[in-house]
């Protein structure tokens, strides 16, 4: 058993300090993510009591103006279980959270974090991209990718093509990734498919990232862009670069990466990780 508690408490005037800047809000969500995912699930139980202020609900006195102050903006995923707040032990208005999807970037997304880019200064501080496993924008994207016919099923919904469409830059170059590491029988290997559904989310995750990153982050811009993957299971919020098994979950937001070749390498050691050849071996 868990309780999660949110709770305001006027005899406590220490508040949740706003971060100061980027690093301090990068900081601020991976210690969040590690509080989400240190819960006890067990039958001991777990308890987290979050403070929040009554302004930020709504809860306002007479001629008080209800502001937006999130110190982050988060790209994510429609998917019922990913609950960004949560994941980041965030009460409200500490994001301005933008979910579609796949986390794919279009001109809705990209103009909502424009305006919070634009408006919510100087409070926001961060840009991010949350992806999750076993996404399933991203697992429709690799299935028509291997069986083109099954694209066709697809072509009486625009709405549900363009999201697929939008996927397939980081499905191919999770595709190549992995050809290029193991040759191109990999696709015979027992756990093809879903190494291959687990890398596309990872790479779809750091282009949109770096998208944002080049759109919005140029000096004298202070702000960063970081991206991280959301693990259903574990409940971290990592990306799977390491070799070694033992950190591969630990909590971990990283700057995206810019320009072919530094893409080219990010893949190279995401294919490497342990987590993707465990993956591959069908284990």
């Not at 971290?236 to 909590?251: G, M, S």
């Not at 990466?257 to 591959?280: D, I, M, N, T, Y």
Request: charged residues 25%; neutral net charge; glycine residues 8%.
């Amino acid at each position: 058993m868990v309780d999660l508690i949110y709770r305001f408490d006027p005899n406590d005037d220490r508040g949740r300090k706003a971060p100061a800047d980027a690093k301090e809000a990068w900081q601020r969500l991976e210690e969040g993510n590690r509080t989400f995912s240190s819960l006890d699930t067990s039958a001991t139980g777990g308890l987290r009591i979050m403070s929040f202020e009554p302004e930020d609900i709504g809860i306002a006195g007479p001629g008080n103006d209800l502001r937006q102050k999130p110190f982050a903006a988060v790209l994510g995923c429609s998917d019922a279980r990913v609950p960004t707040e949560l994941i980041f032990d965030c009460a409200c208005n500490e994001l301005f959270v933008v979910r579609v999807a796949g986390n794919v970037l279009d001109q809705a997304e990209l103009g909502s974090i424009d305006y919070a880019v634009e408006h919510l200064a100087p409070h926001l501080k961060l840009l991010v991209v949350l992806g999750h496993s076993h996404c399933g924008a991203v697992t429709a994207a690799v299935d028509a990718f291997l069986a083109p016919s099954q694209y066709l099923g697809l072509l009486s919904s625009h709405h549900v093509r363009s999201i697929v469409n939008g996927l397939f830059p980081a499905v191919r170059g999770a595709a190549t990734a992995l050809e290029e590491e193991f040759g191109k029988t990999v696709s015979k290997k027992k756990g093809y498919r879903a190494a291959l559904i687990e890398i596309s989310v990872v790479l779809n995750a750091a282009l949109t990232a770096s998208i944002l990153k080049q759109e919005f982050c140029r000096p004298p811009s202070e702000c960063k862009a970081v991206f991280g993957i959301y693990d259903i299971g574990s409940r971290h919020v990592h990306v799977p670069l390491t070799t070694a098994a033992t950190k591969e979950r630990a909590t971990k937001l990283i700057e995206a990466p810019v320009g072919q070749e530094e893409f080219r390498k990010f893949a190279s050691k995401v294919v490497h990780s342990s987590f993707v050849k465990q993956l591959l071996s069908g284990k």
